[in-house]
């Protein structure tokens, strides 16, 4: 597991013991040494008192709801960078994009399966690793469904074929691919791929999204891969649509 011998922590913020309970044994299993807290203020303060490497954190919770425990550990330098995995009640979209912009890497909705919760924490864990070591071993290329992102090299292939991307285009197409499933909103993308740029608006979001189609999908007009949120945003297709 750990070549460094250090057992990896987990914080584990849930008020409902059953699926507190389900989240601590599982990540036990996976080697995790886990702590669990049922309050949104308890969480904050052991997540100023000690570092964590990973945090799964419920959205409505008693005291301090997730949503503003993620915000508040994003400016705490003990669990800054720290991989959040948001766990919302509701397939409310709306709560996965405000979870996402308020600093969680990715969100479960409840009821989910204890496969699909390792199978985020591996993700987020891995990523976080990767992106913490950026000076040795930068992560270069991703892909997903056939399509392949070279980070380094800039360059994008769909189904074995180089294409010829916009710097937005391949900035859209790299955050989309390196969280398949996850809903983005016109603002958020707004934020991560136009943030020094005052004069675009989220119909530039809709623009630069349906190009980017055009040269990925196969019929650009019943996308397989760049999917609509109706109401929300898009997402990179993670195989559940
Ligand atoms: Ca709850």
């Known amino acids: 597991m750990d070549t460094t011998g250090a057992q990896r922590r987990a914080l584990v913020v849930e008020d409902e013991p059953a699926i507190r309970e389900l989240v601590r044994f599982h990540l036990d299993l996976g080697g995790y040494a886990v ?32 949503i503003s ?6 400016l705490d330098t003990r669990n800054q960078r720290t991989p959040v995995l948001m ?9 996965t994009v405000i979870g996402l912009e308020s600093g969680a890497d990715d969100y479960l909705t409840k009821p989910f399966g204890v496969r699909e919760l390792m199978a985020r924490v591996t993700a987020i864990t ?5 992106t913490a070591d950026t000076s040795t071993t930068p992560i270069d290329v991703v892909s997903a469904r056939d399509v392949t992102v070279d ?37 958020a993308l707004l934020q991560q ?17 349906s190009r980017l189609r055009r040269k990925i999908e196969r019929d650009p007009a019943d996308p397989e891969l760049l999917l609509t949120a109706w109401g929300v945003g898009y997402k990179f297709a993670d195989g559940s649509d």
């Open 151 to 187: 980070r380094q090299r800039r360059r994008a292939r769909v189904r074995g074929s180089d294409i010829e991307l916009t710097r937005q285009e391949f900035d859209l197409l790299d955050l989309f691919i390196s969280r398949p499933g996850v809903v983005f909103s016109r603002a």
């Open 35 to 66: 702590e669990e807290v049922a309050d949104g203020l308890r969480a904050l303060e052991r997540i100023r008192a000690t570092p964590f490497d990973v945090i799964l954190l419920d959205v409505m919770l008693p005291g301090l709801d997730g």
């Open 193 to 209: 791929v136009w943030s020094d740029d005052a004069f675009v608006t989220e119909r530039t979001v809709d623009a630069v999204v």
């Open 87 to 95: 766990m919302t009640a509701r397939d409310g979209e709306t709560d």
């Open 126 to 130: 891995r990523r976080h690793g990767r």
């Open 69 to 74: 425990v993620c915000r508040a550990l994003r």
